[in-house]
């Protein structure tokens, strides 16, 4: 019963919090976060993760495999900032 009641408490401040903050604005950084995790996701962890299984094919990883890594990598952070950028933009066009 204690438990029940410690988590309807912790709900109904949870709920007050989210009716006290601007409901756009906290979409907004909601979308944000999503795109950057999105991002991270397509263009970063999953070439990596491909490169991985490639390179590790020989059972080993050779310099010229790294390296190929490291512009997979550059190439994945330039495309999530581009992403980021684009949805701030979205964003600064709807204020």
């Given at each position: 019963?204690?438990?029940e009641l410690t988590l309807g408490t912790i709900g109904t401040a949870l709920g007050v919090?989210?009716?006290a903050t601007q409901t756009n604005e906290l979409l907004e950084t909601v979308s944000?976060?999503?795109t950057i995790i999105g991002a991270l996701i397509s263009f970063i962890i999953v070439p990596l993760l491909n490169w991985?299984?490639?390179a590790k094919k020989d059972g080993k990883i050779t310099s010229d495999e790294v390296q190929e890594a490291a512009r997979i990598a550059a190439q994945?952070?330039?495309e999530a900032e581009r992403q980021i950028e684009k949805e701030?933009?979205?964003?600064a066009k709807d204020e």
């Open positions: 019963m204690k438990n919090v989210g009716t944000l976060v999503i991985h299984s490639k994945g952070i330039e701030r933009e979205e964003k």
